[in-house]
């Protein structure tokens, strides 16, 4: 049994509305913020292989922060460059 029908069983009348109306369950990304969910549609691959682990992620090989969606330098709001650092330097592995 997953964790979300444990949980449910445990804090829910078993005849009440929630647990009569269950259709199912869902799961999202360990970390579950946008950035990770959202590119782990779009690739396929978990945040811990994609490497996008949230809005703004430090890159050692330009030694800067970078909010990622934005392409932007965290601190400076500066516009990194045309091409996409994450994508740069995290490899672009989509699936389709």
């Known amino acids: 049994m997953e964790w979300a029908s444990v949980l449910l069983s445990v804090n829910l009348d078993e005849n009440g509305f929630f647990n009569t109306h269950l259709a199912g369950t869902y799961s999202s990304t360990f970390p579950s913020t946008t950035v990770a969910a959202t590119t782990s549609i779009y690739n396929g691959l978990t945040p811990c292989e994609h ?3 949230g809005w703004d992620c430090y890159f050692p090989q330009i030694d800067r922060n970078v909010t ?3 392409n932007i330098d965290t601190e400076s ?3 990194m460059a045309d091409e996409s650092v994450a994508w740069k330097y995290y490899n672009d592995r989509k699936t389709y």
């Open 77 to 79: 709001g500066e516009k």
């Open 68 to 70: 990622v969606f934005l």
């Open 51 to 53: 490497g996008w682990l």
